[in-house]
Antibody, heavy 120, light 110 residues
């Protein structure tokens, strides 16, 4: 069974940093493209970032480009999201997602998410 | 990359059909077959119900179907059931390993 378990969320002041992690199991992590998707409660899904299998390709939504960094550890099967210069509008539940099909383009397996709160 | 445009809400009675539209641009829906739809029940994580515009993952009922014309994708749910009441999101590849979601549509089964 595929499991994705996020951790690292919490409350931070504007301008602060957080590092999210996602522990993966039940599939061959090193062969899977991975994504981060965020969702404010009661609002829609927003794609945040994508990383390919060997970290040679990373992409970001315009709203987080230059502030967030995605990475992965294919030995420990963990996905990371380093979030710097956090803003109020970054507050959301962050989901770790396993992608499938061509370059992981479909969001097949979702973690339950970790909540990030940004407030002064 | 702007979000894809979906109606905020749709509704239908049990047994009826509803269609949810998703409008993008030539840079996303209009240029790729990588269009998918996700169903999200309250308090649950999203579930993919359509991929490659019109394909259903194993286990998704045939009542769910997808299509695309130009820059607009559509999800049709026939034979509405109470359990179909959920939020639905369209999603498209936009090139350069960028993905864009729609704003979501709340389906109410009357």
């Amino acid at each position: 069974e595929v499991q994705l378990v996020e951790a690292g969320g919490g409350s931070v002041h504007p301008g602060g940093s957080l590092r999210l992690s996602c522990a993966a199991s039940g599939f061959v992590f090193r062969s899977s493209w991975m994504h981060w998707v965020r969702q404010v409660q009661g609002q829609g899904l927003v794609w945040v970032s994508t990383i390919n299998t060997d970290e040679t390709t990373t992409t970001y939504a315009d709203s987080v480009e230059g502030r967030f960094t995605v990475s992965r550890d294919n030995v420990r099967d963990i996905l990371f999201l380093q979030m710097d210069s956090l803003r109020a509008e970054d507050a959301a539940v962050y989901h770790c997602v396993r992608g499938t099909s061509d370059f992981g383009v479909y969001f097949e397996n979702w973690g339950r998410g970790t909540l990030v709160t940004v407030s002064s | 990359h702007s979000a894809l445009t979906q109606p905020r809400s749709v509704s239908g009675s049990p047994g009826q059909s509803v269609t949810i539209s998703c409008t993008g641009t030539r840079s996303d829906i209009g240029n790729y077959v990588y269009v998918s739809w996700y169903q999200q029940h309250p308090g649950k994580v999203p579930k993919v119900i359509i991929f490659d515009v019109d394909k259903r993952p194993s286990g998704v009922p045939h009542r769910f179907s997808g299509s695309k014309s130009g820059n607009t994708a559509s999800l049709t749910i026939s034979g509405l059931q109470s359990d179909d009441e959920a939020d639905y999101y369209c999603c498209s590849y936009a090139g350069g390993y960028i993905t864009v979601f729609g704003g979501g549509t709340k389906l109410t089964v009357l």
